[in-house]
């Protein structure tokens, strides 16, 4: 590894404070889904980073980081799929709008 | 060679700093497209660490998976529902300033935790790189239950999103 | 490999029910090339034949009909026309036009100006002084020759007037641009001028025939 | 290969003369300077050159694409710059650069003016990988061949990034369209490249073409029976992945004016353009590469091979677009999804099998096997398949 472990876990850890100030901050459906695309990212560097430098099999990380990509792709389309079905329902994507439990 | 190294090393603090730069622009600009330009921008930034850390085939899946697909369907949906002159709404609740508070107190925990963890850093681990095909092999040997979980998840979530999204008759 | 029956067969008008089974009747025998996409190879023949014909074929026989303009032209058509001008027989004196100003009153959008000639005393003389045809301005009608009773404003042929400018030697044609000779008229629109000439000079022949003159010329 | 050996030193050189030359360069360099200025000097040379190739290929293709289309429509082409218009890319490029620069009042001026610059960036990396000649891969990627999926499909972005910032519907419908579309058809692209990167073992585009290789270079995958399918299907999803016709719905000029380029002038169009026939050509490399041989071929160098085999390729897509009209949207959606889809898993199916049985069952199960599919696939996609028309009166 070029650079210190360390290193690639703070600047991780600050993705994922990034996305996770997004998720509790935003009103939007859809930037709350991009702010949970940017937490699962740090998590895929995590991974990455873990099994580059320890001495766990080399493979894992990349194979459950791949696990992420495929989960992260299934959210995207299901949550967007969700939110252009409320919009089409409720003509909003604004998380404090939608306050009822059925429509 | 030493020029070298370093060039690469101060490539990779770069392309972190422009993804945390990016990363902050997405979750605090007010127009979404824009944030979501700058989530690509830190998608792609990603990739090239991925890159970096001789994870080549993630690297390149995650370009062709996020940056083309997820990419694609969220400003999708942002041209979708997103009214263009929507400049007066509000964008964000008004727990801004204590979520500021906690997630701070959240990254000096953890940064100190980080820091004073004595990683088990391998030398070993450090000089193996994964090929492709050890990759694939993986996927067919040991891990070929989650691979098949995955790819019934990855059905089931087509479907469910062509129902969802599927207008009512 | 398979062929595909035309659900269009039993549907459309009724009148022509009996068309379509016919042309499903008497449908090629070679099925075997009615799979799916051979239409699309089927065109795609065409446009190569095409192509390649385009280097070989004379434009007749399926070649390159385009005509490279600066160089060569197509002949020019007699019954082309494009904007008027003058005619003068003989001299550039001996204009035809009387001033009579009828094409000034009949031209649709106002593009001619005619002012007619006086003598020393004052008098006027049927003879235009001033000749104006805006060129940017003509529609290009022909209604002028239509009108004119004296046969001396016709259509032309020449189109390549382009000018960087409106008026002055641009666009605003004066009396000496706009006439051409009788000979000019003769050698563009030959049937035209043989048919005026005719009818001129029957009527030098009755004015002939006829003791006292009229005082101008007849149609 | 039997060559007297002075004819394959001969071709030997020519073959890499221009890998000789950057060697000999470097070379030099390496007497003068540390060991890292040389590294970076291989990559600024490889990057000059595809560079200075990208644009030139761009204006090439332009005026051979009008030439073409000219003979087809039984016309001359551009024939006044220059002998045989030669010089009418370097006239149009002037134009390009001396014409208004129109940014629209309401645009998102920012992204208006990044997309045409960001467009021209995955067209050129995709060069990265291209195999021109042997031992001519700017970078020999061991997952050549996923990078460049992977690279391509950033396309969308730009394309979007151009149609929202213009603030025009009609460019917003463009680039709606080419979302759809590209993501539609990168699916069946993908899966038509698993055959090859099966039977070569290997993501690495130079591996691929290595594979290719024996009697006289010409064991192409081409010429087996999956490789064909594969190559069919390749080759019409790569048309539709740089939105020529027949799938030129995004810039549809009929319909919705331009599509995403709607708003965009002067130099920002060329660069639009230019991202456009730069992905056209690297497309039709790739093609060439996974199922032409690449540079494999006897007797003459292997970049001519390779640049004769693209620009076949590249004639094709021209003639298609000389012959073929636009599709409508839910054809080209079907096409893509319940036609193309379905093919490319029976072609891996078939290609797994013909590895394990002899060549000429190969050929007749899978001809068997492509046939039953083929009819399965032409039934169950009745409702939107263009029909045979019958013009009663035609006779």
Known sequence: MIIPLAHILIFSLLLFATGLYGVLVRRNIIGILISIELMLNAANINLIAFSKSTSLSPETGQIFAIFVLAIAATTAAVGLAIVLALYRVRKTVYTDEVHLLKW | MDMLSLIIKFGIYGTMALALIAAIAVVTLRNLFHSALC??????????????????????????????????????????????????????????????????????????????????????????????????????????????????????????????????? | MTNFPSKRKSSGIKQWDHVYTSSVQNAPSHHWLKIFGAGALKGMVVTLKNFVTSYFRKPDQGG????????????????????????????????????????????????????????????????????????????????????????????????????????????????EDLLKSSEYLQKIRPKTATMIDEKKRAAEEKKKAVVKPPQGPTV | MNMPPLLRDIEFAVDLSFVNAKGWILDLLSHIVPDWVVVFASIVISGVAI??????????????????????????????????????????????????????????????????????????????????????????????????????????????????????????????????????????????????????????????????????????????????????????????????????????????????????????????YMAEYMNAFTLCGIAATLFLGGWQGPFLPSWIWFLGKTFVLICVMIWFRGTFPRFRVDQLMGFAWKFLLPLTLINILVAGLCHFISEKTGWIYSFIIFSISFWVLVRLNRPWMPEKRHYPLAN
């Open chain 2, 39 to 169: 989530l690509a921008a830190v998608l792609i930034a990603t990739a090239m660490i991925y890159a970096a850390f001789h994870a080549d085939f993630l690297a390149a899946a995650q370009i062709l998976l996020y940056v083309g697909a997820v990419m694609t369907l969220i400003i999708f949906a942002i041209m979708l529902t997103e009214q263009l002159g929507s400049k007066t709404i509000r964008q964000t609740n008004r727990q801004n300033l204590a979520a500021l508070a906690g997630l701070l107190v959240f990254v000096v925990i953890l940064g100190r935790v980080i820091f004073k963890t004595p990683w088990p850093v391998t030398e070993k681990a450090l000089a193996s790189k994964v090929t492709v095909m050890e990759l694939g092999k993986a996927f067919m040997g040991p891990y070929v239950f989650p691979f098949e979980v995955i790819s019934i998840i990855l059905i089931a979530a087509l479907l469910g999103a062509v129902v969802i999204a599927k207008k009512d008759r």
């Open chain 3, 64 to 175: 390159i009909f385009t005509v490279q303009y600066p160089e060569e032209r197509y002949p020019e058509i007699e019954n082309y026309r494009n904007l008027p001008f003058l005619v003068y027989d003989g001299s550039p004196d001996k204009v035809r036009c009387v001033a009579c100003g009828i094409c000034e009153r009949e031209c649709p959008p106002k593009c001619i100006y005619i002012t007619m000639e006086t003598d020393v005393a004052g008098k006027p003389v049927r003879k235009p002084a001033v000749f104006d045809i805006d060129y940017a301005v003509c529609m290009n009608c022909g209604i002028c020759e239509e009108v004119c009773p004296f046969d001396s404003i016709f259509m032309d042929h020449v189109f390549e007037i382009a000018s960087p400018r409106r008026i002055d030697t641009g666009m605003i044609r004066h009396q």
């Open chain 4, 51 to 272: 560079l200075v190739l990208g644009p030139v290929i761009m204006m090439y293709l332009t005026l051979l694409e009008r030439k073409l289309i000219g003979r087809i429509q039984n016309r001359y082409g551009p024939n006044r710059v220059g002998i045989w218009g030669l010089l009418q890319p370097i006239a149009d490029g002037i134009k390009m650069f001396t014409k208004e620069d129109i940014v629209p009042v309401y645009a998102d001026k920012v992204i208006h003016c990044l997309a045409p610059i960001v467009i021209v960036i995955p067209a050129l990396m995709v060069f990265l990988v291209v195999p021109f000649g042997e031992r001519m891969t700017a970078v020999n990627l061991n997952i050549g061949l996923l990078y460049f999926i992977a690279v391509s499909s950033i396309t969308t972005i730009p394309i979007f990034m151009g149609s929202w910032g213009s603030r025009n519907k009609y460019s917003l419908l463009g680039g709606m369209r080419t979302a759809a579309q590209m993501i539609s058809y990168e699916v069946p692209m993908t899966l038509s490249v698993v055959p090859v990167i099966m039977m070569s073992q290997s993501l690495s585009t130079n591996k691929i073409v290595l594979s290719q290789s024996g009697s006289y270079d010409m064991n192409w995958f081409i010429f087996t029976p999956w490789g064909i399918v594969g190559f069919i299907i390749f080759f019409l999803c790569a048309v539709a992945e740089c939105n020529r016709p027949p799938f030129d719905l995004p810039e549809a000029e009929s319909e919705i004016i331009a599509g995403f380029h709607t708003e965009y002038s002067g130099m920002k169009f060329a660069l639009f």
